[in-house]
């Protein structure tokens, strides 16, 4: 009785010893929460890592590709690409063997190009990737193979492009940095919005000074997805919806404005605050087709980032509501402001633009927009130099108005050049570990999340955001 006695004040001295020593709360999620903020693992780089930061590898002069899911994005990507001169395509993989062929048949027969290697059901891509004759694997499956397949790609001496997003949880994205680093190999995410022409002109007066220091961007993902839900190979986007909350397609929103921000070239995302309204459409559909009377994503997910150097970030994802598709896209500096929905314009001060450009400087004022015509003679004269020459075979060959062309065009071009490419693994990381650092801070109520630094102390190394030319 007198030992029970003394073991129980024994247990009840250390406790008080133990909280009083850390603020530390231990959760059962994968972070934990100290001093009111939530923060998630950064484990450090193990022995014979080592950084791709500006990773370049050996010029391609030929890139070998395999593709991998021929869903309604994959088959488009392969057509896309065989307008690229210095490609060869050496396999395509499905789960479904009737997509590999339906792709064999229009884009591979239909050009006369050599016959693909044929890979299907659940563990096909492992053959794929296995092969020694492919240079780069191109991934467009469903989100949760995304990482599985990339890393066993650079396992097997491959360079990766993935589709958005790279990776569905923080430590997903660690896999990604770690195997590239391990490996050496690239591994792109296909942020395609960022080869949008408005975009890509906005970065380029951006980093001419336009707009002066842009101190706040907004980017989201507003699509009602209402006519696409059935289209999805065996339900599986709405399915992963179902299962989390959070803002789980960020990247589109993300993407082009952390490369206005030049993030971990300069300035990193330092911690972000999430709020979601309930699940009012999402779940009704959920009902209707999945038979469950829950779904986790929020109707509307809005996110709060604070960058290193103060500036502020908002991300939005709506996927279940009508409204008219919108990826805000909105720049605002000290000296301008940049705005892509529903209205395409600017507002600048006049001494800030060339004279050459405008002439008339009466027309420009900095309470709104400057008209039409000054608009137009700027998305000339700001055209950014990697979309002039390619532009007009981009609009031809098409895909969301010939952006992903120029984000194939680019990722092949830089292989070809041995050249960096222009999203790296960090990219791939930051943009994508969103899904689950909002669910986490929708989980309590809005607390604050710290961003994992997945360049382990580089995010500073770079100077500014560039496209790498030869
Ligand atoms: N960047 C963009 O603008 C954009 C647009 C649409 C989709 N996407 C992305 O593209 C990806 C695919 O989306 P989608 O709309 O084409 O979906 P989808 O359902 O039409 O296609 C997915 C394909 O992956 C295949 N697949 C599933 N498991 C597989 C396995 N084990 N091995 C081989 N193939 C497998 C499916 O059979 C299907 O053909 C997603 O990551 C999505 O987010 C990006």
Not at 139 to 144: A, F, H, K, L, S
Not at 160 to 184: K, N, Y
Not at 287 to 309: C, H, P, R, W, Y
Not at 432 to 457: H, Q, W, Y
Request: with cysteine; hydrophobic share 40%.
């Amino acid at each position: 009785m007198k030992k029970r006695h003394l073991l129980a004040t024994l247990a009840l001295v250390l406790s008080i010893f133990v909280s009083s020593c850390s603020t530390d709360v231990k959760s059962d999620a994968a972070y934990t929460i100290k001093d009111n903020m939530i923060v998630f693992p950064e484990p450090a780089r193990v022995e014979g890592q080592k950084s791709v930061l500006q990773l370049a590898v050996d010029p391609i002069p030929v890139v070998r590709m395999g593709f991998i899911g021929l869903g309604m994005r994959g088959a488009d990507a392969v057509n896309r690409i065989s307008n690229i001169e210095g490609v060869e395509f050496k396999a395509l993989c499905d789960l479904l063997p009737e997509r590999v062929e339906a792709v064999q048949d229009w884009v591979i027969k239909g050009k006369n190009l050599p016959e693909c290697a044929e890979y299907s059901g659940e563990e096909g891509w492992k053959q794929l990737c296995e092969r020694d004759d492919i240079d780069l694997v191109y991934i467009c499956t469903d989100w949760v193979n995304h990482v599985p397949m990339a890393v066993y790609a650079m396992q097997h001496g491959k360079h990766v492009a993935v589709e958005v997003p790279a990776a569905t949880s923080v430590e997903e994205c660690w896999q990604l940095v770690d195997v590239a680093e391990q490996t050496q190999r690239h591994c792109m995410m296909l942020e395609n919005c960022c080869y949008d022409f408005f975009e890509l002109t906005c970065l380029n007066m951006a980093q001419q000074g336009l707009f002066g220091e842009v101190i706040h961007a907004q980017g989201a993902y507003i699509h009602n997805l209402e006519p696409f839900w059935n289209e999805y190979q065996g339900n599986w986007r709405l399915d992963f919806n179902q299962k989390h909350a959070g803002d789980v397609y960020p990247t589109h929103g993300l993407g082009p404005v952390c490369q206005v921000l030049d993030i971990h070239r300069g300035d990193k995302m330092d911690y972000l605050v999430s709020l979601a309204t309930p699940s009012i459409n999402g779940l009704k559909i959920a009902k209707e087709k999945m038979g469950v009377d829950t779904f986790a994503n929020g109707d509307m997910t809005s996110t709060l980032i604070q960058t290193n150097k103060g500036k502020t970030i908002l991300i939005q994802h709506n996927v279940y509501t009508p409204r008219p598709y919108d990826r805000l896209y909105q720049l605002t500096g000290t000296e301008g402001f940049a705005n892509k929905y529903p209205y395409q314009g600017f507002t600048l001060k006049e001494e800030n633009v060339p004279s050459d450009i405008i002439p008339d400087h009466e027309n420009l004022d900095s309470h709104g927009f400057v008209p039409n015509a000054i608009r137009d003679s700027l998305m000339v004269a700001y055209k950014h130099p990697i979309a002039k020459d390619i532009e007009e075979k981009a609009k031809r060959v098409g895909g969301h108005g010939g952006m992903d062309f120029i984000m194939d065009y680019r990722l092949i071009y830089c292989l070809q050049n041995g050249l960096p490419l222009d999203q790296d693994v960090y990219d791939a990381a930051e943009w994508s570990c969103l899904g689950e650092l909002t669910a986490a801070s929708i989980e309590n109520k809005g607390m604050p999340v710290m961003f994992p630094d997945f360049t382990r102390g580089d995010w500073n190394k770079v100077d500014g955001y560039k496209h790498a030319v030869k």
